[in-house]
């Protein structure tokens, strides 16, 4: 509940977790980056979406096929 995308991003990336969501029409018309991130989870191959972290903001490819 209420889990942020920079979370949920790492969270996929480490744990490779089956996400479920439950009522996202109530949320994710406000959260186009969220939203855009779990419509691209849908197939392996192209399941990647790049953030910068760090101090450096060093480009960061993460994987988030759930």
Known sequence: ???????????V???QPTVLVDEGDTF???N???R???NV????LTAYV????GDDLEPKRFRVHG
């Open 1 to 11: 509940m209420n889990i942020t995308t920079a979370v949920l991003l790492r969270v």
């Open 13 to 15: 990336e480490k744990y």
């Open 28 to 30: 994710l018309t406000e």
């Open 32 to 34: 186009e980056e969220l």
């Open 36 to 38: 855009g991130v779990l």
């Open 41 to 44: 989870g849908h197939n392996r």
């Open 50 to 53: 790049w953030r910068t972290v």
